[in-house]
C-alpha cells in the first residue's frame, strides 16, 4: 500500500524559512512524477512545484524564486525547501505522487507564517 507522510510544518516569522519533507512508503522511483500543492483557507488547492522521474522541476512563478523541490533517492524522500516566507504562504502543503495504480495524496502539513 502507498503511503505518503508529509512533516515539517510549523509556525515561523516572515523571512524565516522551512524544509518540508514527504516519505514515501515503497520506491520513489514507482513514481512518474511527485509534486507539493498548497491549499489557504477558502482558496482552491494549487501547484507549488513538480518533479519527474527525470529530475526535470516546475515552480508555480510566485514561488520559483524561493522554494526548491528535491528528492533523495536512498531516503525514499522527496522535500520542499521553502526561504524567504510570507504570511500569504499560509497553507496546508500536500505532497502528490503520480503512479500506474494512481494518484496519491499525503495527509497534509499545516505552514502558518505570522509575526
Known amino acids: 500500500q502507498v503511503q505518503l507522510v508529509e512533516s515539517g510544518g510549523g509556525l515561523v516569522q516572515p523571512g524565516d524559512s522551512l524544509r518540508l519533507s514527504c516519505a514515501v512508503s515503497?520506491?520513489?522511483?514507482?513514481?512518474?512524477?511527485m509534486g507539493w500543492y498548497r491549499q489557504a483557507p477558502g482558496k482552491q488547492r494549487e501547484l507549488v512545484a513538480h518533479?519527474?522521474?527525470?529530475?526535470?522541476?516546475v515552480y508555480a512563478d510566485s514561488m520559483k524564486d524561493r522554494f526548491t523541490i528535491s528528492r533523495d533517492v536512498a531516503k525514499n524522500t522527496m522535500y520542499l525547501q521553502m526561504n524567504s516566507l510570507k504570511p500569504e504562504d499560509t497553507a496546508v502543503y500536500y505532497c502528490n505522487g503520480l503512479n500506474p495504480t494512481g494518484d496519491y495524496w499525503g495527509q497534509g502539513t499545516q505552514v502558518t507564517v505570522s509575526s
Open positions: 515503497g520506491s520513489i522511483f514507482s513514481f512518474y512524477a
Open positions: 518533479v519527474s522521474n527525470s529530475g526535470s522541476t
